[in-house]
Every structure is written in C-alpha cells, then in structure tokens.
C-alpha cells in the first residue's frame, strides 16, 4: 500500500516533520520524515507499504498503545487474545499467528524505538509519549527479518529535548475509569539530557459477576469469589536518558516498565452440546450425561451480567526493558548500534467454559528473557545517488510457561487434571544488507537481502494427575538437550524499481519475500512413533513444523494533488505462501493447538488511501482494503482440503474514515470535533473445516465474528492559556453505537460437550480528559 501519514488539520506535528517549507513558509503537511528503513526519509517517497500516525493524531485520540489503533491503516487488524487485555493478534493482509504460547512466532515484527518485541504475551502496553507509529505492510524481511513475515509495527518515542516542559493529563469515565499521564523534559546538564514519563490507568469490570442464578438445575456449581470481569489495572513508566559527549556521537538510554494487575475478558458461554443433549454437558469420564443443564446459561447475545466459576480469575503481565543506542556520526556515513535487554512475567488464570459449573479452568505462567545486538551502517555515496544500509544483529531468547489445566472438576479429586510445562531456547543471528541507487532523477532501483540463520531448542512435560492411589501417569518428559536442536536458515531478497513523474506523483513495482522461523510445538497433546534420528519413545517433537515463507509481488502509485491539498496512495499485492503455520485448537486431554504446515496459499489484494484537506480548518482522511485469501493446498491427514478449510482473521473488505473539524479558534483557545469510524466484515477465526459430515469435527461457521463497524467521537478545547501553561479538556465516547458482535472465540467441540465461548469488544465508554502542557 502506498504509504500515508495522519496528523490534524493543523499538520502532522512531531511526526519528523521535515524542515521543508512551502512559498508562504509554513511547513508542508504533506512531508513527514519517517525512519522505516533504517534512515530518516519523505514517507510519500519510500517505495513500500506504510502508514504513519503523527504525535497529533495519537494524543488526539488517546492511542498509546497498539490495541486502540485499529483499523486504521487498511488490511491490518490489531484483536486481544481471547481472555486477555495484554496479548495482542496482529494479523496484517492475512496472515496472523493466533495462538500466543511462547513456542510460537509472530507473524508481525514489533519494535520499540528499534528493539524487537519477540512475542504476543505482554505485547499489550503502555508507552505515555509516543512521536508516531509507523506500520509497515507486506514482507520485511531485509531489514526487519525473522517474523516480520506479513509486516512490522515500529513504536517511536519522543527523545528527551534538554529544555524544561512536560505534559500533564488525567481522565474520567464511565466505569469509573480514571487515568492520569505525564511528561517531563528536565534541562540539560551538560551532555545530559532527561526525560521522564509514565501513566497509571484503572477502571472497574465492563462484566458483572453473579452467583449461580439456577441452584437446584446445577448444584455443583461454585459461588463466584469476584463481582466483575474485564477490568483494567495497569501503570508503566519510562526513563529517558540523552547522552551527548561530542557534536558527533549521541547515547540513548531508555528503561520503559509496564505492569497490569487485573481481571481479565470474560468468556461467554453462547452455545452447548450442539449434537447432543441441548441442556447437559457430557461427562467423558463417565461416557454420561450429568445433570447440569448449562443451556440455562448459554446465549448468543452479549450480556452485561454473567455467571462464572470465578476462582480464581487474574491477569498479570510485568515487562521492563533497558536500551542502549550509541549513533555515530561519520560524515558520509552514520554507525549505529541498538543493544537491549527484555524481561516478561505474565501470569493468567482462566476460567474457559463461561457458566458458574467448574468445568474448564487453565492458567498459564510465562517467564521469558531477551537479549538483542544489532549494528546498522548507512550513509550515502556517488554524489547522493547511492544510499546503503548494512546491519548485523543478534538474538538470544529463554521462554518457558508452566500451564496447569483443569476440566470437569465439578466431579472433584476424579477431574481430568494436567501437569503441563513446556519451555525453549533461540538463538539466532543475521546480517543483511539493502542499497538505493538512483538511475536517473527520476527513476531508483532498491536491491536488498538478508541472511539469518537460528537454531531451538525443547523441553515439555505432560502428567495426567490421576486421584490418589492412582500415580500420576507421565506423558512427555523431555528436557533439554534430549532431542537435536532445531536449526533454520533463510535468505530473504527483495527489489524495488520506483520512478518519480513528477514532484507530486511516485509508482513502484516491489518483491519482497518473507520468512517467519519454524519450531516446536511446545504445548503439543499428540504423540507418534518416532523418527530415526530421534531415541525410542519419544513424542512428535522430533519433528519440528518448517518456517513459513511468503513471495509478495506488490505494485503502488502516490501521489499528492490540487496543490497539496489531497494525498491519494493506491496498491495492490499478490503474495504466494508456503508452508503456512496455523494453530488448530485441539480440546482432547489437555487443551492445546496442533501445529499444521497446512501447505501453500495465495492472498491478494487492493489498498486506497486519501488525506483530503479543503481548507486548513478541517482535514478528512479515509482507508479502504480489499483481501482475497485462498489455499492453494491444504495437507490435513494426508488429504489435500484446501477448498474446505476457512482462513482466519481475512475479513474481505475493511473501511476506516475519519475528520477532524477545527470548529472555532482564538485567542482564548482552539475547539475542535473529530470522528473516527473503522468498519470490518465478517471473518473467521480459527481455520476450521467450512463444512463437514463428521460429528466430532469442529466446523468454521461457528467461530466466525459477523464483522463489526465502530465509531469513536472528540470534542476537544485545546491551546487554553492560563498562566505561563496551555490548558486543554476534551470529552470523549468509544464505540459510540455500542457495538456489540463477538469478535473473537474458543470452540471445545462437539466432543467437549460443544462448549462455543464468544469474547466481544468494549462496550460504549465516555469521558472527559483535561490536561496542561509547560
């Protein structure tokens, strides 16, 4: 897609607004300098796919993380995890990893300021003052690499200035929600400068939790320990630290921490035992019915009071990260280097079967730990007609969970209970290299690589906790070092040949290709004889699932028009995958997901963009997005079923429009009213069969979200003066229209007493923000 930058009526401010001005002097709202490939550049002349939101258009709108972003940019979709407010699924033009165990990759490359974010638990957070987003479409493997398969999301934050200012905001709402975010820039000492920002946010559960409304038709059922669900907790903080000992060489450090202490989204039970009784739920220990008729508790309609096994019923999610960026200024050239730290505590405890029965319950503890190098050359040479990038980086990751799991344990000591472990180890390395080289004026060829190389390893444990004196029986214990690591190598090229026509209107022709690194299944319940090369008895973990790789062919034209006034950025794409990672959820033993290679698939699609700005008081801006995604073969069992196999998270068609109207302006202030309105069809989410003759299969139509249309409004009084400060107050409300469709969900199957759990976005919220900045 062709690339586009979003800020206010006013001008995309602090979005590396270029020095560019225009015949009266004031800078030109359509040049936003933009660092997404690795060197700071005019968004509208970088030949790939990338969206831009301003500092403006973030504080506008309250966005300071990537889960209120959207849909913004067009065939990207941000979902929390079901039962999570701090995993995020991040499915950009079709491809998306759903299930978030730590043995998993991403299949979207998320970075803050530069330093890689390896995984979807904890990838929810808070960052209180954010420079711009920038969100990269299609394969970037060049630069980004390993899991940057569908495209990057890169965080940017505002650097300390060295002069005395800072921001101050608190919020209330509905809920009784409350927040409160501040800023400070301390002046100089020195070579040092510092910076210093954080925010806290709480608000009561959008859930009401009740007792068991139906004693006598579910006697067993457990009396709930909390009164709401889906609450918010969280504070996070970051510590900024500019180093500046030469006019050439510059030290950034950052220490960003976030925590959440809550309760996380409630599932709700919306159907039972589709094939068989319509009121029980079945008992597999038994091979009987028992009478429990959770039916009485099932509906298909978002409820705003539910009851639930809640005990207990907790997220947790702790991250903290030091960075260190040492930029060296060599004249023709700048040497960077990027070495950062990472560290993940998330703990969560789940009730999964969303009635007040104790009939499914999990919970999963993760600690993981990072460490990342890289070093980045670039500069220019041949009179400016030739800029190059070289880079280098390394990684070393240790990610383990302990996942406990307990079902049916209405039947007490005889409930099916697991032991479950599992934990690895990457190491990876990459170098990589990419180099514009202007032709003529007006045409520049893009030439690129990279080449990683990683290896993993495993460890999983698996026990049945039989009830006493039945032992315990062990399933998989394989620890460290009992199988052959698991090693990948990839060369990812890429080539773009783009030609300016004129000032105002640039087209590319681009190849990318990307690769998403292959590994264990960690959590895997399935066992099979083993290979050659691996000892007698052990399970399927010998055989670890490939890495995906996709070819994506991509053709954009840009261009600015009527004098400035309008950007218009057009794309299409046509991406051919191969050995496509999908999770199926598997609810037999313990709940867990098989990894499936499921073979090979082509998605394309049509991107449009458009910032339209009539006068300098009022700026429309709008996305559309067309997505086609089919299977080419889909290996299941031997048999190619790609025709009846669904694709999940591909809604076909996706529309975001959005104004901002600056109503009023004077010396006492600035009024303005924005609006925002993102709209998604229908998709499915988990790649069921779409239709089946078997009775036990699970099928696609049953976890498919009907899509949803949301609308978000601002009125906001800005630029008060008061004093030496400027004041502001805005009132807000969130999903204006109360959209209530399930948008994500958890199906057991019919063996599983066809338990369907359906997880919805907010409900309507509103409130009133004021703030001042110094």
């Given at each position: 897609?062709?690339?586009?930058?979003?800020?206010?009526?006013?001008?995309?401010?602090?979005?590396?607004?270029?020095?560019?001005?225009?015949?009266?002097?004031?800078?030109?709202?359509?040049?936003?300098?933009?660092?997404?490939?690795?060197?700071?550049?005019?968004?509208?002349?970088?030949?790939?796919?990338?969206?831009?939101?301003?500092?403006?258009?973030?504080?506008?709108?309250?966005?300071?993380?990537?889960?209120?972003?959207?849909?913004?940019?067009?065939?990207?979709?941000?979902?929390?995890?079901?039962?999570?407010?701090?995993?995020?699924?991040?499915?950009?033009?079709?491809?998306?990893?759903?299930?978030?165990?730590?043995?998993?990759?991403?299949?979207?490359?998320?970075?803050?300021?530069?330093?890689?974010?390896?995984?979807?638990?904890?990838?929810?957070?808070?960052?209180?003052?954010?420079?711009?987003?920038?969100?990269?479409?299609?394969?970037?493997?060049?630069?980004?690499?390993?899991?940057?398969?569908?495209?990057?999301?890169?965080?940017?934050?505002?650097?300390?200035?060295?002069?005395?200012?800072?921001?101050?905001?608190?919020?209330?709402?509905?809920?009784?929600?409350?927040?409160?975010?501040?800023?400070?820039?301390?002046?100089?000492?020195?070579?040092?400068?510092?910076?210093?920002?954080?925010?806290?946010?709480?608000?009561?559960?959008?859930?009401?939790?009740?007792?068991?409304?139906?004693?006598?038709?579910?006697?067993?059922?457990?009396?709930?320990?909390?009164?709401?669900?889906?609450?918010?907790?969280?504070?996070?903080?970051?510590?900024?630290?500019?180093?500046?000992?030469?006019?050439?060489?510059?030290?950034?450090?950052?220490?960003?921490?976030?925590?959440?202490?809550?309760r996380p989204s409630p599932g709700q039970l919306l159907r039972v035992n589709q094939n068989g009784d319509p009121r029980d739920i079945f008992d597999p220990n038994s091979?009987?019915?028992?009478?429990?008729?959770?039916?009485?508790?099932?509906?298909?309609?978002?409820?705003?009071?539910?009851?639930?096994?809640?005990?207990?019923?907790?997220?947790?999610?702790?991250?903290?990260?030091?960075?260190?960026?040492?930029?060296?200024?060599?004249?023709?050239?700048?040497?960077?280097?990027?070495?950062?730290?990472?560290?993940?505590?998330?703990?969560?405890?789940?009730?999964?079967?969303?009635?007040?029965?104790?009939?499914?319950?999990?919970?999963?503890?993760?600690?993981?730990?990072?460490?990342?190098?890289?070093?980045?050359?670039?500069?220019?040479?041949?009179?400016?007609?030739?800029?190059?990038?070289?880079?280098?980086?390394?990684?070393?990751?240790?990610?383990?969970?302990?996942?406990?799991?307990?079902?049916?344990?209405?039947?007490?000591?005889?409930?099916?209970?697991?032991?479950?472990?599992?934990?690895?180890?990457?190491?990876?390395?990459?170098?990589?290299?990419?180099a514009d080289f202007k032709i003529t004026e007006a045409l520049k060829l893009t030439l690129g690589g990279r080449y990683?190389?990683?290896?993993?390893?495993?460890?999983?444990?698996?026990?049945?906790?039989?009830?006493?004196?039945?032992?315990?029986?062990?399933?998989?214990?394989?620890?460290?070092?009992?199988?052959?690591?698991?090693?990948?190598?990839?060369?990812?090229?890429?080539?773009?040949?783009?030609?300016?026509?004129?000032?105002?209107?640039?087209?590319?022709?681009?190849?990318?290709?990307?690769?998403?690194?292959?590994?264990?299944?960690?959590?895997?319940?399935?066992?099979?004889?083993?290979?050659?090369?691996?000892?007698?008895?052990?399970?399927?973990?010998?055989?670890?699932?490939?890495?995906?790789?996709?070819?994506?062919?991509?053709?954009?034209?840009?261009?600015?028009?009527?004098?400035?006034?309008?950007?218009?950025?057009?794309?299409?794409?046509?991406?051919?995958?191969?050995?496509?990672?999908?999770?199926?959820?598997?609810?037999?033993?313990?709940?867990?997901?098989?990894?499936?290679?499921?073979?090979?698939?082509?998605?394309?699609?049509?991107?449009?963009?458009?910032?339209?700005?009539?006068?300098?008081?009022?700026?429309?801006?709008?996305?559309?997005?067309?997505?086609?995604?089919?299977?080419?073969?889909?290996?299941?069992?031997?048999?190619?079923?790609?025709?009846?196999?669904?694709?999940?998270?591909?809604?076909?068609?996706?529309?975001?429009?959005?104004?901002?109207?600056?109503?009023?302006?004077?010396?006492?202030?600035?009024?303005?009213?924005?609006?925002?309105?993102?709209?998604?069809?229908?998709?499915?989410?988990?790649?069921?069969?779409?239709?089946?003759?078997?009775?036990?299969?699970?099928?696609?139509?049953?976890?498919?979200?009907?899509?949803?249309?949301?609308?978000?409004?601002?009125?906001?009084?800005?630029?008060?003066?008061?004093?030496?400060?400027?004041?502001?107050?805005?009132?807000?409300?969130?999903?204006?229209?109360?959209?209530?469709?399930?948008?994500?969900?958890?199906?057991?199957?019919?063996?599983?007493?066809?338990?369907?759990?359906?997880?919805?976005?907010?409900?309507?919220?509103?409130?009133?923000?004021?703030?001042?900045?110094?």
């Amino acid at each position: 897609m062709g690339a586009l930058a979003i800020g206010l009526a006013t001008g995309p401010a602090q979005a590396q607004q270029a020095d560019t001005q225009d015949s009266a002097g004031a800078a030109d709202p359509n040049i936003i300098v933009v660092t997404a490939q690795k060197r700071a550049e005019n968004l509208q002349e970088v030949p790939i796919a990338i969206s831009a939101l301003s500092s403006a258009y973030l504080e506008a709108r309250d966005i300071t993380s990537i889960d209120s972003i959207g849909a913004v940019a067009p065939n990207v979709k941000f979902e929390r995890a079901p039962g999570s407010g701090t995993i995020a699924q991040i499915a950009i033009r079709g491809s998306v990893t759903i299930n978030p165990a730590v043995t998993w990759e991403p299949a979207v490359g998320l970075y803050l300021d530069g330093v890689y974010i390896a995984k979807n638990q904890g990838a929810i957070f808070d960052v209180a003052d954010l420079e711009r987003v920038e969100i990269l479409r299609g394969p970037q493997g060049t630069l980004y690499g390993r899991n940057s398969l569908a495209g990057a999301v890169n965080l940017v934050t505002a650097k300390p200035t060295g002069e005395l200012g800072g921001k101050l905001e608190v919020s209330y709402g509905n809920y009784d929600y409350k927040r409160a975010k501040a800023t400070l820039n301390l002046p100089a000492i020195g070579p040092f400068s510092i910076k210093l920002s954080g925010q806290i946010s709480k608000r009561d559960g959008f859930y009401d939790i009740q007792d068991n409304p139906f004693p006598a038709a579910a006697p067993f059922a457990q009396p709930a320990s909390v009164k709401d669900a889906q609450s918010l907790n969280g504070r996070s903080a970051m510590v900024q630290v500019r180093f500046e000992p030469t006019d050439n060489l510059t030290f950034d450090y950052a220490y960003d921490y976030s925590k959440y202490d809550q309760r996380p989204s409630p599932g709700q039970l919306l159907r039972v035992n589709q094939n068989g009784d319509p009121r029980d739920i079945f008992d597999p220990n038994s091979a009987n019915y028992i009478g429990i008729p959770l039916g009485l508790f099932a509906n298909p309609e978002r409820q705003d009071t539910l009851s639930i096994n809640a005990s207990p019923f907790a997220e947790y999610s702790r991250i903290y990260g030091h960075a260190l960026t040492a930029t060296l200024d060599l004249g023709a050239a700048e040497l960077k280097s990027i070495t950062a730290y990472r560290d993940l505590r998330f703990v969560d405890t789940l009730e999964l079967d969303g009635s007040p029965v104790d009939i499914a319950q999990t919970s999963r503890i993760t600690d993981m730990n990072s460490f990342s190098q890289e070093l980045q050359l670039t500069g220019s040479a041949i009179d400016d007609r030739l800029h190059y990038v070289l880079g280098a980086f390394y990684y070393d990751e240790s990610a383990g969970t302990v996942n406990p799991q307990k079902f049916f344990g209405v039947f007490g000591p005889g409930a099916n209970r697991f032991d479950s472990r599992y934990a690895s180890n990457t190491t990876a390395w990459a170098a990589y290299a990419q180099a514009d080289f202007k032709i003529t004026e007006a045409l520049k060829l893009t030439l690129g690589g990279r080449y990683t190389k990683e290896k993993k390893d495993i460890s999983r444990f698996l026990q049945i906790l039989n009830s006493p004196p039945t032992p315990a029986f062990t399933v998989a214990d394989v620890q460290f070092g009992d199988l052959p690591d698991a090693k990948f190598s990839n060369f990812s090229p890429a080539a773009t040949l783009s030609y300016e026509v004129n000032r105002d209107v640039n087209v590319y022709a681009r190849f990318a290709r990307g690769f998403k690194s292959g590994g264990f299944n960690g959590e895997t319940n399935t066992f099979v004889a083993p290979t050659p090369d691996c000892p007698t008895g052990t399970p399927e973990l010998c055989n670890p699932y490939r890495p995906e790789k996709v070819d994506s062919y991509e053709v954009g034209l840009k261009t600015v028009l009527a004098d400035g006034a309008m950007t218009l950025n057009i794309a299409g794409f046509y991406d051919k995958h191969k050995d496509i990672q999908l999770s199926v959820f598997d609810a037999g033993g313990a709940a867990a997901s098989t990894v499936l290679n499921a073979g090979a698939a082509t998605i394309k699609g049509i991107e449009i963009e458009t910032i339209i700005r009539p006068a300098p008081w009022l700026t429309f801006n709008g996305s559309f997005a067309y997505l086609d995604a089919k299977y080419d073969s889909f290996i299941d069992g031997g048999i190619d079923v790609s025709d009846n196999r669904a694709f999940p998270h591909t809604p076909k068609y996706s529309v975001s429009a959005g104004f901002d109207w600056r109503v009023l302006e004077g010396s006492w202030g600035r009024f303005n009213i924005l609006g925002d309105l993102s709209m998604v069809s229908k998709y499915h989410t988990f790649p069921y069969a779409l239709s089946t003759t078997n009775a036990s299969d699970q099928v696609a139509a049953d976890t498919q979200s009907p899509g949803r249309t949301m609308v978000n409004m601002t009125a906001s009084l800005t630029r008060i003066p008061i004093g030496g400060v400027e004041a502001k107050i805005s009132a807000w409300v969130r999903n204006l229209t109360n959209e209530d469709a399930p948008s994500n969900f958890i199906d057991f199957g019919p063996d599983f007493g066809g338990i369907l759990i359906g997880y919805f976005p907010d409900p309507r919220t509103f409130g009133l923000t004021v703030g001042m900045e110094f």
